[in-house]
């Protein structure tokens, strides 16, 4: 197992300053919600691949079946879950494979600004490039170390710690590499293309030109 990634929230910067726990309008959640649209789909091992695709630095697809996705690389980041409904669950511990390890492996062409995150049911999410490559953001297969339940996400599901939940699938099955933004599924539907809860990017109406393509 890699070393933990560690947390950026609850902690003190190097001014000694104390850092808010949660971001602005949030509450502390018990327990363990499950949040999302649709139904829970079945796992199905002999059918599921997971598949990077779009502008790759080679041109192809790659693709990994669910053994061979698992055996990739496994590290921990605790990371907090932030819903743009307003409750957190704080301190978990997510494990699995590291964003930058598909990029390592899979490299995107040196055009791509932003990517799909794909998942069962055609659910998707856009992420700019570098809150992809960050190195807290994990495809995870374990909380606090023990496999995902199917509705939290079993066999994957996608954590990207410092924006809002909905910018994670669960049910992952893929990552598009794209020169261009484009709305994922909560993003054409009045959420914030960017997302990130310390500034309290929940809506769309909130966004400013810059922040994404256009409605
Ligand atoms: N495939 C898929 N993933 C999704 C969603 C969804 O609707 N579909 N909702 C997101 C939202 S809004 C939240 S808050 C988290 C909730 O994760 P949890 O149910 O494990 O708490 O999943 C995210 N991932
Ligand atoms: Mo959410």
New binding site residues.
């Given amino acids: 197992m890699g070393q933990p990634v560690g947390r950026e929230s609850g902690e003190r910067d190097s001014e000694g300053a104390a850092q808010p726990e949660l971001p602005p309008g949030q509450r502390v959640q018990r327990g363990?919600?499950?949040?999302?649209?649709?139904p829970v789909p079945k796992f199905r091992p002999e059918r599921w691949e997971f598949r990077v695709f779009g502008a790759t630095a080679d041109g192809g697809k790659h693709c990994w079946n669910h053994e061979e996705f698992t055996a990739l690389p496994y590290t921990t980041v605790v990371a907090d879950?932030?819903?743009?409904?307003k409750f957190s669950?704080l301190g978990a511990e997510w494990g699995g494979i590291p964003a930058r390890t598909i990029l390592d492996i899979a490299p995107p062409a040196p055009d791509v600004t932003h990517v799909m995150v794909w998942?069962?049911?055609g659910?998707s999410?856009n992420l700019r490039l570098s809150d992809f490559a960050s190195e807290r953001t994990l495809f995870a297969t374990h909380k606090d170390g023990e496999l995902l339940t199917a509705?939290?996400?079993f066999p994957l599901?996608l954590i990207v710690p410092h924006l809002?939940?909905?910018?994670?699938?669960?049910?992952?099955r893929g990552v598009e590499y794209m020169t261009a933004d484009r709305r994922g599924?909560?993003e054409e539907r009045g959420y914030h293309n960017i997302g990130d809860p310390w500034k309290e990017q929940r809506y769309s109406y909130q966004e400013e030109p810059e922040d994404g393509p256009g409605l």
Avoid: D, I, N
């Fill in positions: 363990w919600p499950v949040t999302h649209y649709g879950l932030h819903c743009v409904t669950m998942a069962e049911y659910f999410s509705e939290h996400g599901r809002y939940a909905w910018k994670g699938p669960k049910w992952v599924f909560w």
